[in-house]
């Protein structure tokens, strides 16, 4: 049965319980309504738990934990607040084990919230801004609570929803969330531009977060009939999409359409995803998929890290000791693009951080991605390609590639 409520008498105590486990889609696709009531009710259904993803608002703040447990898959946006004030709770697991740990179990969902467009001319309800692993969710959560924003987009999907698959429905018009802009400066061009060079006409490509993956598709212009399979996508896609660099017309599957589970941009990006078939969202378990990666010839893997040891470790997750990443899908990605025929393995990163160096003589925090599958890292001093290499061959690619003021140290460390 499906309940129609005005967000100002919405009582979501009478759906949660005390112990219950709530999630909902990440960044953008946040029901932001629905998240900031669940928040300023908390006291009045007892404790219950949170499953966050990457965040962009500022709703789940440190003083909520008299009330809620947090646990996330990773520490960045606006989790590292929770983090840094100590009441965050990770989940170290692979982005691709998601769907299965909620749909055995594993990972316990009693209530979902949904930002939903609204329905087209069949009554199809869209997920709108995130797929991924809100598939499992629905088929496990007790409760699905919806908000219908008349200003989400409408986008193409493997699953959409009805009536009767909701239980409450609170509509809203207001602009989506919108993921922070970041401009990429002269290292981050430099970045690019050695990246861009290792790039195949007729490559698909997937991408993370960040100024470096965006930074690395302003730098394609030149290319021609590129693809697109990724976990996430912005506005960067837009802008090659509309230039016809993008066009998905050499992908072995979903010819002429650009995959992804989550739209993580602003506005424009949100508009162009709008009823555009072009684009098609999709769940975890198909965008992670390796089988579905490795049969996409010359698949392109682009991530970054906070940083990579001589011998090629990839710390992903944590910086002076606090949890700011995720072990995430990089490594699905990056193992996906060694089985791919021409495929490309892509760890890209800035040499320092301030005044540290990124490349490094020991890992400094867990190993997201082991050295046994290290492909090629970039810095704005160039590429290393390990794969293939020695562990003395190895640090003599990756000294190469660190900042000139920090190789002499390097060196001496790896020597001991």
Known sequence: ?????????????????????????????????????????????????????????DTCQPEHADQVDFLAYCGGGANRAL?????????????????????????????????LAPPDEHGRYSLSMAHEYLLPALERARLVIAEVNHQ???????????????????????PPLQSPASKPGAVEQLIASHVAGLIEDGSTLQFGLGVIPEAILSALGNHQDLGV?????GDGVVDLMEKGVITNARKALDRGTTIAGVLMGSNRLNRFA???????????????????????????????????????????????GTYVGAVGGALDFLRGARRSRGGLPIIALPSVSGVNSRIVSRINGP??????????????????DLRGLSIRQRRLKMLDIAHPDFREQLEQAASV
């Open 1 to 57: 049965m499906t309940l129609n409520t005005p967000l100002e008498r919405l009582d979501l105590s009478r759906w949660i319980r005390p112990g219950d486990t709530v999630l909902w889609g990440q960044a953008n696709a946040e029901p932001l309504p629905l998240t900031q009531a669940l928040m300023s009710q908390r006291a009045q259904m007892g404790r219950f738990r949170v499953m966050l993803g990457l965040t962009h608002s």
């Open 83 to 115: 983090a840094k004030a100590g009441v965050l709770d990770i989940l170290p697991c692979h982005y691709s084990q998601f769907p299965e740990m909620i749909r055995d179990g594993t990972l316990q969902v009693d209530v979902l919230l949904l930002q």
């Open 152 to 174: 989400a987009p409408w986008t193409y999907s493997e699953r959409y929803l009805y009536e009767e698959d909701i239980d409450c429905i609170v509509e809203t018009s207001r």
């Open 229 to 233: 399979h990724s976990g996430a996508i």
């Open 274 to 320: 709008h009823c555009n078939c072009a684009i098609q969202m999709r769940s975890t378990a198909y965008t992670h998929d390796l089988q579905v990666l490795s049969s996409l010839e010359r698949f392109v893997a682009l991530n970054s890290a906070i940083e990579v040891d001589l011998s090629g470790q990839i710390n992903a997750e944590t910086a002076g």
């Open 367 to 384: 190993v997201s991605t082991p050295r046994s599958d290290a492909g090629l890292i970039v810095t704005e001093y160039g590429v290393a």
